[in-house]
């Protein structure tokens, strides 16, 4: 009795964690949050849930033209395969997906509600490029020599000659962090502050060539460009103008568009903003360099050592150093077959898994070859926006390699691998409609089948204790715990639930009232047979458990070669029915054997059991004679 | 009762069950593939005034299209998918939707051609995954019945009720969709699924029995155990079956429209799942163990053969 007890004990605390678990709709322990406001919280899909309608068309544009161009059907089919695997591994539940026409498709996915995360893991148009970044690159000028100078001056830049241009994003910066260096810019942004402003600004006056002087613009505009964050990157590699004189051996002038700090903390570049080191005197092909702008010990502070460095109209020599270069090799999404997140093993840490097709794993082992040894880098880019830029330790020629990073968390990690399939998309995509809608199944019929389901249980349940009389009491007990630990089960995991996994659901409820139904069958046999009543619940138990054992597990097999072979083959379907009948028939099992069993022992220990004929089905005439020993009792 | 005795009567009456839905099923269509399986056409409705959906739903299937698919998008809303609409059919539709819904009007936001919801590759997918459960199915039962005699024999017989099950629900939607125009959708796999999980679990729950008679009286004949077995665990089947009926039953009556072929295919699934347990599974162990078939083949091949010597 006392072990009854505590089993009862032990099942009272598991109904009161489901009962809890489903009378809240919102749990949330930590990071665990589970619930909705779907009906007990549970999460359901498509079929039976209202969701989001988002409508999408292809943006396939032809790259020389710019003119739209019609996808294939493969590419749309494609595409679908593709918005599949990015919504299922985004956990967003089972999506309905559906090519509209020859170049829209219609993704429904269920009771989404955070719709912005749904679009940004569907992605939109998306590029994905593996360049082969290097570091520091010099490089000649081969239009800009001495000859194409026309003349060089050494001038006072004080004060300015031309107006500043205002690069965005770059001046606040550099107002925040430059500690180290007072510069006319933020001495003038901030005129209440009275600083005098630095009495000399040596300079040069160059004046090009007019076809030299086209090419400068565009060296100016590199340089400007490489002092500016790219999106996605973290770190700035500067480039700059290296000027020199011919003939002599003291080391160029290395000019950077605007003059540079370093943000000692991080120890990363930043720009100082204020007037560029660089400007075109508008209207002519003259330009202006500013000598104090210049880096590494080279500045020129005064007029005087301008003059001397520079003064007397010399040979010039122009060479451009690039902070970086990203090469374009050719390899882009179509060559990466899969990205996905994982943990390496040994370490534990999050990283990156990816894997080439078979052209992509040629181009990846022809480049990871080139960089492994030099500090050069891969530089992975999405849509012209640098996503990460790993150093490559060694050749990969297997086509498979992964990423890690010190910085690496498993939510960033996963949300990285999405966006590598991301640039997989066959075709571009764009949203070209948004609106909630109903479930397939429709609201208003669900909600009356669910009222009919309630009726229809309610049924058995009144035929069970009408029939098996105290057995059927427990019986009717033992199916309401089990039913509310088997939703508890679907709202923590969480399942997602369907009419797929409903349909389990009824199987698996069939099974369990069937095991209650098989047990007191045998109860029924034994207590006509003469037994007493304890006796003939054990007995019951005892000759009901292999019928019990073989069909659940029977049925286990079924759900687990279902399951993996649904997984292999690509059937979301048959893999939710299996995985929802399995934690079904688990649950199925224990309610049956211990609950059932615990409840009628205890009822067997009660003074309810000297009324055999309440344990006895209706009808049931034919019971032989009470047993002496329970009449003396 | 002596079920064993009338088990030709059983094979008879599951033939002319099957029969008749075998051959529906073999010409091309035999089962009408719902828009789940084909695609079709899609339409975005916006009528000028509120309208209930399962309104919209009714006027559908009294225009032919009882398969179609209703999501409301709002009051006034609605996105259908149904059979390939052809131009002048869904013109034809949206007068009558106007006609009886919405009188000031129905606006057509959209009318594409949708692909198919469920891959060609995702039905034979589940299909290659029943076989493989079926494969698991038989090799557990054979180790589960390896106390008596010929245990192989359970797990075969088990998969002979199986098919046998299968084929007859399978064979009354082809009839049905020949005749009414039924068609099987996602529901029908789901449903087909769950029948499937029932008639195993229906047949083992009587294979135990005649396992444990078995044990229990070793020297009885087979023919005498499966009688018993059946008899003794009678109770046991009608009770289980009535209780999935009563709950199917309340939700063909009482439930929405949506999810009917689903109960249909589980409604005729537990009675021949239930059946089958008796009348094929429990049968075929009796046919192999006295080697009907054998006799069976002997006098077919005699028949002829002593035929002419006769006249």
Known sequence: MRRHIRTLVVIAVLTATAVLTLAFQTIKLGNFERGGDTILGLTLGLDLQGGIDLRYKAALKDPNTGESIPPTKDQMTALLKTIERRVDSGGLGRPNIQILGEDRLLVQLPGVSDPERAKSIIGE?????????????????????????????????????????????????????????????????????????????????????????????????????????????????????????????????????????????????????????????????????????????????????????????????????????????????????????????????????????????????????????????????????????????????????????????????????????????????????????????????????????????GLVLLFMVVYYRAPGVVAAVALVIYASLVLAVFKLFPVTLELSGVAAAILSIGMAVDANILIFERMKEELRAGRTLLSSINIGFNRAWPAIRDSNVSTLITCAILFWFADTLDASIVQGFAFTLAIGVSLSMFSAITVSRTLLRILAATRLSRRLGLFVPAGAGDLPKQQPQLGAV | ????????????????????????????????????????????????????????????????????????????????????????????????????????????????????????????????????????????????????????????????????DTMVVVGIFAILGQLLDTEVNTMFLIALLTVIGYSVNDTIVIFDRIRENILLYPNRDLATVANLSISESLGRSLNTSLTLLFTLLALLLFGGQTIRVFLWVLLIGVIVGTYSSIGIATQVLIVWEYGDLKKLWRKIRRTPATAPEAS
């Open chain 1, 125 to 457: 148009t998306a590029r994905l490029e593996w360049k082969h970044r290097t570091f520091n690159v010099d490089r000649d000028l081969a239009g800009i020599s001495g000859d194409n100078v026309l003349s060089v001056d050494v001038v006072d830049l004080q004060p300015p000659t031309t107006s500043t241009i205002e690069l965005p994003g770059v001046t606040d910066t550099a107002a925040a962090t430059s500690t180290a260096t007072s510069t006319p810019a933020t001495a003038a942004s901030t005129p209440s502050v009275l600083e005098e402003p630095p009495t000399e600004l040596p300079g040069m006056l160059i004046e090009f060539t007019e076809e030299a002087a086209v090419e400068f613009v565009e060296v100016v505009e590199r340089l400007a460009e490489s002092i500016r964050l790219a999106p996605g990157a973290t770190a700035l590699y500067p480039g700059y103008l290296s000027i020199g004189v011919e003939g002599e051996t003291s080391t160029p002038l290395r000019v950077p568009y605007f003059e540079l700090g370093i943000f000692a903390e991080i120890g990363q570049i930043v720009p100082l903003g204020g007037d560029p080191n660089i400007q075109r005197v508008e209207g002519t092909n003259s330009f202006t360099v500013s000598l104090a702008g210049a880096v590494g010990g080279g500045a020129i502070a005064d007029m005087a050592a301008a003059e001397e460095r520079f003064g007397g109209s010399p040979v010039l020599t122009f060479r451009e150093e690039l902070g970086k270069v990203d090469e374009d090799v050719g390899l882009t999404g179509d060559d990466l077959a899969r990205a996905y997140a994982g943990q390496r093993s040994g370490t534990g840490l999050p990283i990156i898994n990816v894997e080439f097709n078979s052209e992509g794993t040629r181009k990846f082992a022809e480049l990871t070859s080139r960089i492994a040894g030099t500090p050069d880098v891969l530089a992975i880019f999405l849509d012209d926006e640098e996503l990460l830029a790993p150093g490559v330790s060694q050749a990969i020629r297997g086509g498979a390699a992964f990423i890690e990073g010190r910085d690496f968390t498993f939510e960033r990690v996963r949300d990285i691998s999405l966006l590598l399939e991301s640039g997989r998309l066959p075709v571009p995509i764009e949203l070209i409609r948004e609106r909630d809608v109903d479930a397939i199944l429709g609201a208003d019929s669900l909600a009356r089948s669910v009222a009919a389901g309630l009726v229809g249980l």
């Open chain 2, 1 to 164: 009762m002596d079920f064993v005795s009338k088990r030709n009567w059983f094979f008879l009456l599951s033939f002319l069950i099957i029969l008749p839905g075998v051959v529906f099923l073999v010409p091309p269509g035999g089962l009408k593939a719902g828009i789940d399986f084909t695609g079709g056409s899609s339409i975005m409705l916006q009528f000028s005034m509120p309208v209930d959906s399962e309104d919209l739903r009714l006027e559908l299937t009294d225009f032919g299209e009882t398969d179609a698919v209703v999501q409301s998008m709002g009051d006034d809303t609605f996105f259908v998918r149904t059979k390939e609409l052809p131009q002048e059919r869904k013109n034809a539709l949206v007068d009558l939707l106007k006609a009886r819904l919405s009188p000031d009007g129905v606006e057509v936001l959209s009318f594409d051609l949708v692909s198919p919801l469920i891959a060609r590759e995702t039905v034979f997918a589940a299909f290659w995954a029943v076989l493989a459960a079926a494969v698991g199915i038989y090799l557990y039962l054979w180790w589960a019945f390896r106390t008596v005699p010929s245990p192989f024999r359970y797990g075969t017989a088990a998969i002979i009720a199986l098919l046998h």
